[in-house]
């Protein structure tokens, strides 16, 4: 495929082909200045892998529809020349490759028989070739390990974050949607996503992955002490009013049968051995009075979980420093596991940030600082980790 240098326009004819609008002044100049990526090839990626794009196929594969004008849109596509030139570069823009003699020939006729280009451009872009070949692309599915940037690139993960009514803005990047996404993450692929499912959440306050998860299982509890200093923080995660008003911190709507309330120590689960499939923690058992009281709930999360069900953990891992209240060294962290008495369903990548290079976020100086996965207080470096155990099957 020639990839010579670009010119006005062939990124204008990209930018109507993949995203359905011309570029902006500031693209435009930034496209051709050459100081981004200066051949063709890298300005289709760079619109395909866009949020934007991304957006658009959702919303075509939904049917919804995103232009304000399709009179105009139409018009600015069938202004590209004639329909072979048309396709051969709707391919090239979206496929990465020419037409084969039979996609040719069929696009050919249907647009003669007066098809509109607008639906041949959204058919590419949906098509299973092209889901095929963003699927071979390489991604992070790991799912035991510290808060992991690259789950930023994995669109399985991001669809998940986005429905929680989250950004999937690289630069915002932060450890506190990754915990929640994350979470809903491995219970997916452990297959713990049913609507048979129940599912306990343990200083919960009043975290939008509940609700979220109103909406996709049977029965979530969140427990919580809704009491002492959490009300009085800044973000009031404890705040009781959430036990008498639920609505009150719904980020959505969502099935309201589905989700209920308690005032409940973590340490002590006011439940019978065997009723969830799922029992998760998420920034919470760090605060439940030091190591010991972490291990009470461990054992205490365990408990309720029926056999072949999902333990769910995110607390904090120190990568280095002296120890800091409320945060756990690595040997506690696998002490932690071991008091459960579960299996890990796969190793811990405690390595994640021997491959990246990052800045902590001091959390006294700066603490909304974005990007957020390394933070350091006193001199102490520390991020999230998660964890998923399985408690073993029934024995038949
Ligand atoms: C940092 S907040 C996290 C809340 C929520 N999981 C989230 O991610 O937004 C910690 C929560 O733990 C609760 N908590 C503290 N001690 C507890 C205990 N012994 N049992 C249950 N919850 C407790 C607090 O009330 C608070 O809501």
Redesign the pocket.
């Given at each position: 495929m020639d990839t010579a240098g670009r010119d006005h326009s062939f990124i204008s004819e990209t930018y109507w082909l993949v995203l359905n609008r011309a570029p902006s002044a500031l693209e435009l100049r930034d496209q051709t200045a050459g100081s981004l990526n200066s051949d063709q090839p890298s300005l289709r990626y760079g619109l395909l892998d866009s949020d934007e794009f991304r957006r658009l196929r959702a919303a075509w594969r939904d049917g919804i529809r995103t232009e304000s004008d399709s009179h105009a849109l139409e018009a600015a596509l069938v202004a590209l020349g004639s329909d072979e030139y048309f396709v051969k570069r709707a391919y090239e823009s979206i496929l990465a490759r020419w037409p084969d003699e039979s996609g040719g020939r069929h696009y050919a006729s249907v647009l003669a028989a007066g098809e509109r280009r607008t639906n041949v451009v959204r058919a590419l872009a949906t098509s299973g070739e092209f889901d095929e070949k963003r699927l071979a692309v390489p991604c992070d599915v790991q799912l035991c390990e510290l808060a992991n940037p690259a789950k930023w690139q994995n669109d399985e993960w991001l669809d998940l974050l986005r429905s929680l009514g989250l950004s999937a803005d690289r630069l915002l990047m932060h450890r506190?949607p990754y915990?929640?996404t994350q979470m809903l993450y491995g219970c997916k692929r452990l297959g713990m996503l049913r609507e048979d499912a129940s599912f306990i959440?343990?200083?919960?306050?009043?975290?939008q992955?509940l609700y979220w998860l109103a909406n996709h299982v049977g029965r979530v509890v969140a427990?919580?002490?809704?009491?002492?200093t959490?009300?009085g923080?800044l973000?009031k995660?404890?705040d009781p009013v959430v036990l008498d008003d639920p609505d009150k911190y719904a980020p959505f709507p969502y099935r309201r049968d589905h989700l209920e309330f308690m005032k409940?120590?973590?340490?002590q689960l006011d439940f019978p051995d065997g009723t969830f499939d799922v029992s998760y923690?998420?920034?919470?058992i760090e605060?439940?009075?030091g190591f010991e009281?972490a291990c009470r709930?461990m054992r205490e999360m365990a408990r309720v979980l029926k056999p072949g069900g999902v333990l769910a953990l995110a607390t904090e891992y120190v990568l280095s420093g002296p120890p800091h209240e409320e945060t756990f060294q690595p040997d506690e962290i696998h002490a932690l596991v071991r008091e459960s008495g579960l299996e890990l369903v796969e190793p811990i990548d405690e390595h994640v940030y021997r491959r990246y290079q990052t800045r902590p976020v001091n959390v006294r100086l700066t603490p909304y600082l974005s990007p957020h996965m390394l933070v350091e207080m006193d001199g102490t470096v520390f991020t999230s980790v998660m964890v998923f155990l399985r408690k073993p099957a029934a024995r038949t």
């Open positions: 506190k915990e929640f959440s343990i200083g919960a306050g009043h975290e992955v427990t919580d002490m809704y009491e002492g959490w009300q923080e973000a995660e404890g409940m120590d973590g340490r923690s998420l920034s919470s605060h439940f009075g009281g709930t």
